[in-house]
């Protein structure tokens, strides 16, 4: 569990990530109004007069557009469904304004609670303080606590994904799926869509955060170095995939995963296609991979991706490839 939180933490120690989380997958108008240039990371813990600790993982404070103020964005971390969590988002508040207090008689800033959820169960529990408590009566209903926080299920997340550049709907591409294979494909989407100039050391906490959280709760055993080139990532990847096929089929249980991963791979393709071709080149592309049942294929039109400059020599490219594999040779064109 320490080494979970430590991958998380480190995620959003970084500023793109936080943008990431707050402009795709909030509401617009929860954040239209602030300015997520002007971000500051705050020291999250905080010490209660009995000398407990207590805190949230991750706080934020955000400027507001246009004028004077902040908001604190507070983030935790979470890997089981926890029906209590609405009490510890109200205590995290309370000892963050507790903090400042003691520190200035300034306004309260409000606050923003964020709760990142990545386990196997789905969230089921309530997102309001109040929804725990026993009904109070109308004449104390006004004194009772009140605080709803917002609850990102990174892995059961099922709507769409933002467009453009957004770190936070890279990891939540990453967290679809347990197929080593497939997430080497998708770090080379990531790597080509994000010049290295731009990772500013995100995307080696993503590679910490897929050894340290993603893989071990698929019960998929490898070591991946918190710092590591993400070209021998995918190398190392791409090889652990295929030794988890053979142990797979060792065991009797590869039914069913072939058709899998070809349909993550062409996934991946058709996302890469749209976002450097288009929509209508991706669709075409779809079409045509979803002839080919060969995963280690899709994989290769990814790269071809990276060399071809039009989407139509990328198509040709294809259509000689289904012509191989419809005549059985799985030559693949030059």
């Known amino acids: 569990m320490a080494s979970h939180d430590r991958a998380w933490k480190l995620l ?3 500023p793109d990530m936080v943008r990431g989380l707050l402009t795709g997958f909030l509401p617009s108008e929860w954040v239209s109004d602030l300015d997520l240039s002007a971000m500051t990371r705050q020291s999250e813990g905080q010490v209660t007069d009995d000398a407990r600790e207590r805190h949230p993982d991750r706080v934020w404070e955000v400027s507001l557009g246009g004028g004077p103020g902040s908001i604190l964005v507070t983030i935790e971390f979470q890997s089981t469904v ?3 969590m609405a009490v510890r988002v109200l205590v995290y508040t309370a000892m963050l304004y507790q903090d400042r207090l003691r520190r200035s008689s300034a306004e309260l800033p409000p ?6 959820y990545y386990g196997s169960e789905k969230w089921k529990v309530g997102e309001e303080v109040a929804e725990l408590c026993a009904a109070p009566g109308a004449p104390r209903a006004p004194y009772q606590p009140s605080q709803r926080h917002f609850v990102l299920d990174v892995g059961g997340y099922t709507g769409p994904l933002p467009g453009g550049r957004n770190w936070m709907a890279e990891l939540v591409r990453l967290a679809r799926t347990p197929d080593p294979e497939v997430v080497a494909a998708e770090l080379r989407n990531i790597s080509a869509r994000w010049p290295e100039s731009q990772y500013d050391g995100l995307l080696e906490a993503i590679l910490t955060w897929l050894g340290q959280v993603h893989f ?6 490898l070591e991946m170095p918190e710092l590591v080139n993400v070209r021998e990532a995918i ?3 791409q090889q652990v995939g295929m030794d988890w096929s053979a142990k797979l089929r060792d065991e009797g ?14 996934e991946v393709v058709r996302l890469q296609a749209a976002r450097k071709f288009g929509a209508e080149t991706a669709e075409r592309l ?10 280690e294929r899709a994989v290769e039109v990814g790269e071809w991706l990276l060399e071809c400059e039009s989407g139509e020599d990328l198509l040709a490219r294809v259509d000689g490839l289904c012509e191989s594999a419809a005549a059985g040779d799985g030559a693949a064109p030059g």
């Open 253 to 266: 249980r590869v039914e069913g995963r072939t058709e899998g991963r070809a349909e993550g791979q062409v």
């Open 12 to 14: 959003f120690s970084y």
């Open 111 to 116: 606050v923003l609670p964020i709760v990142v």
């Open 286 to 295: 779809a079409g045509r991979l979803a002839e080919i049942a060969d995963p």
């Open 216 to 221: 071990p709760m698929h019960r998929i055993d």
């Open 82 to 84: 926890d029906r209590t």
């Open 235 to 237: 190398i190392m990847l």
